[in-house]
């Protein structure tokens, strides 16, 4: 079974340009810092050029990781999804049955996750305990803080 990762085109596009510019800025800047390191002498000792190698293959692991997700990505167009249950790029407010609390997350992939914009992953959590529920239902989620329980108050896409 293949791995898909699901992406807004904005996401794909923002991926895709993240990944241009580690291959072109990124590649120069460590084969400039790599030179810079060398022309400073013996290389056995110089521990500024092994930091620079080191720094250059982080670069290429980040570089492959990036065409990896990039050549596994399924673009989803947000027109075409269903409010009436919850799926990757669905808003979903949830009520915390315990404290009452409301909040409303956009659930994305691994890569478009960013708790600040209060977009959770569908692998985390809550995301999967999510996945599937209609307004109504009731999702019991085990957190790393505990189990929790949430009340699916409201579904929108877009």
């Known amino acids: 079974m293949a ?3 699901y992406l807004t085109q904005g996401g794909y596009e923002r991926l895709k340009s993240e990944l241009e510019e580690l291959k072109t800025t990124g590649r120069m800047e460590a084969a400039r810092a790599i030179a810079e390191a060398r022309s400073q002498g013996d290389l056995s000792e110089n521990a500024e050029y092994d930091a620079a ?3 250059q293959g982080l670069l290429e692991l980040k570089i492959s990781e990036l065409e990896t997700v990039l050549s596994s ?3 989803i167009d947000e027109s075409q999804l269903d409010a009436s249950k919850v799926a990757i790029m669905s808003n979903v407010t949830i009520k915390n049955l315990k404290t009452g609390k409301e909040m409303t997350y956009k659930l994305v992939s691994e890569t478009e996750a960013d708790a600040k914009q ?5 692998t985390s959590p809550i995301g999967q305990g999510l996945l599937g529920k209609v ?3 009731v999702a019991k989620v085990n957190t790393p803080g505990g189990a ?3 009340e699916v108050v409201d579904i929108s896409v877009g």
């Not at 209060?118 to 569908?122: D, E, Q």
């Open 135 to 137: 307004k109504g239902d």
């Open 148 to 150: 929790l329980e949430f």
């Open 118 to 122: 209060m977009k959770i992953s569908v």
């Open 73 to 75: 990505a399924r673009i």
């Open 3 to 5: 791995n898909y990762t």
């Open 53 to 55: 190698k080191d720094a």
